[in-house]
């Protein structure tokens, strides 16, 4: 079967937004679970999900249930992973189960990421919006079938 690259594009959007589905299953909050994956000439050059930074307690969440203040975004755990490299992810795709907030969107832009795919949108669209506005292309896909 010959598929145009419209739909090529499409199986490996779905694709790897599986994998950032899988990726967000190592999380350890409670609320939500995140996974990004950041792919760059199909290759995945970095990953992430939300949780504490390197060395603090797993635990996402205060005894009310609410989000520690010093919990990393997905996006921002897969870009800060990229610091430490040599990976380049200029024009590169950021792959994530929920889309952007706006202080992770600041660090897309300035990352260089170009296009951004994601399944479920964050409750404040704030994020998505600042995303389009800059030139980032914007792509949801909620069914990954």
């Not at 679970?33 to 939300?50: E, P, T």
Request: charged share 25%; glycine share 6%; proline share 1%.
């Amino acid at each position: 079967m010959e598929y145009s690259s419209k739909e090529k594009q499409l199986r490996y959007d779905k694709a790897y937004l599986k994998m950032a589905k899988e990726w967000a299953k190592l999380s350890h909050c409670s609320r939500k679970q995140v996974g990004a994956l950041i792919v760059k000439d199909r290759m995945i050059v970095s990953d992430g999900y939300n949780g504490t930074p390197t060395g603090f307690d797993n635990c996402c969440e205060d005894e009310n249930g609410e989000t520690h203040w010093f919990v990393l975004h997905a996006e921002a755990n897969a870009i800060l992973k990229v610091a430490k490299s040599t990976h380049d992810i200029n024009g590169a795709t950021l792959y994530i189960t929920l889309s952007p907030c706006k202080e992770c969107s600041k660090l897309i832009i300035q990352s260089g990421i170009k296009r951004v795919v994601y399944c479920n949108g964050y409750k404040d669209d704030s994020g998505l919006s600042f995303l389009e506005e800059s030139g980032v292309e914007i792509c949801q896909i909620e069914n990954l079938n």
